[in-house]
């Protein structure tokens, strides 16, 4: 119980890897808000966990169910402890083939809306002089992944954000920290990756397959928990050695081609 005395908001926690880490954080012990826009799924998802949990509708791009999701928190458990700021959206679009309309609904979602929540949830945070923000951000905001301009650049600022709030939310006590996962596997990327994509990602991850909602969930109770009381402003990777490979390939020291100067 890493978490007990906790309360916690996690965004998009209807499903994927939201839904894991808010079961996660409940198992630990924390009173969790499971936050979405999709209200019917997110009802199911506190059912599903039981105990403290309550469903609460938000859209986080929209500042009023911002304001009010802060509100019905701190009704229902006198404080936040945590934040995990997991809801996004993904788009794979050529650069040359991206709208406007597209780019900034992508960054929208996924950098403004970490934005308000994470300021307005840090504002309560303050005046307790203690809490923990984590921010979901992505491997593709790391490397210039085909189609990922807007997708990638919104993780990319998100990942700034997190280190400026660490900054400056340190006075107060509060941890910021990241969570970069690398191929997860949830519905979206079940029907999203395409098999060149999926094909793609077993080449180029040294662990050779997609990541589990529980294996982010994992890092997320750490990072929310007294034990990660040091870190602050980090990104933690989980992404089976994605972002440190380079070269990859079956090397075979007996077999393989020798340049002429080398034998
Ligand atoms: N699945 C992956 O491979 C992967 C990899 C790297 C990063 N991520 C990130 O992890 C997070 C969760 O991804 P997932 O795969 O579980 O996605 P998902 O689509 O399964 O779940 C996302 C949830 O967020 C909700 N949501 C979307 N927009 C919202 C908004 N404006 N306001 C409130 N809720 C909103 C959706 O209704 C949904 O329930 C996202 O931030 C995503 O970018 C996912």
């Known amino acids: 119980m890493r978490l007990t005395g906790k309360a916690a908001i996690v965004t998009?926690?209807?499903?994927?890897?939201?839904?894991?880490?808010?079961?996660?954080?409940?198992?630990?012990?924390?009173?969790?808000?499971?936050?979405d826009r999709d209200e019917d799924a997110a009802k199911a998802t506190a059912l599903e966990i039981g105990g403290d949990a309550i469903a609460v509708k938000a859209d986080i791009s929209v500042d009023a169910d911002v304001e009010s999701l802060v509100q019905k928190a701190i009704s229902a458990f006198?404080?936040?402890?945590?934040?995990?700021?997991?809801?996004?959206?993904?788009?794979?679009?050529l650069f040359l083939e991206s709208s406007r309309e597209?780019?900034?609904?992508v960054v929208r979602i996924n950098l403004t809306g970490t934005f308000l929540v994470s300021q307005?949830?840090?504002?309560?945070?303050?005046?307790?002089k203690s809490g923990s923000i984590i921010n979901i951000a992505s491997l593709s905001g790391q490397k210039g992944g085909v189609g990922r301009s807007a997708y990638?650049?919104?993780?990319?600022?998100?990942?700034?954000?997190?280190?400026?709030?660490?900054?400056?939310?340190?006075?107060?006590g509060i941890n910021v920290n990241a969570i970069a996962p690398g191929p997860i596997l949830t519905e979206v990327s079940k029907t999203m990756?395409?098999?060149?994509?999926?094909?793609?990602?077993?080449?180029?991850?040294?662990q050779r397959r997609y990541g589990e909602p529980e294996e982010?969930?994992?890092?997320?109770?750490?990072?929310?928990?007294?034990?990660?009381?040091?870190?602050?402003?980090?990104?933690l990777n989980?992404?089976?050695?994605?972002l440190a490979a380079g070269l990859l390939f079956p090397f075979d020291s007996k077999t393989s081609t020798k340049l002429a100067d080398e034998k």
Do not use: W
Request: a neutral charge.
């Open 78 to 93: 006198g404080k936040i402890d945590v934040l995990v700021n997991n809801a996004g959206i993904g788009a794979t679009t």
């Open 193 to 206: 990756h395409t098999l060149e994509t999926r094909e793609a990602y077993h080449r180029l991850v040294p």
């Open 216 to 235: 982010i969930a994992d890092a997320a109770v750490f990072l929310a928990s007294d034990e990660a009381r040091y870190i602050t402003g980090h990104t």
């Open 102 to 105: 597209e780019f900034e609904r």
């Open 238 to 242: 989980v992404d089976g050695g994605f």
């Open 120 to 128: 307005s949830v840090a504002k309560t945070m303050v005046s307790r």
């Open 152 to 172: 990638g650049a919104s993780k990319a600022g998100v990942e700034l954000l997190n280190k400026v709030m660490a900054v400056e939310l340190a006075d107060y």
């Open 12 to 35: 998009g926690a209807a499903r994927g890897i939201g839904k894991a880490i808010a079961t996660a954080f409940a198992a630990q012990g924390a009173q969790v808000v499971v936050s």
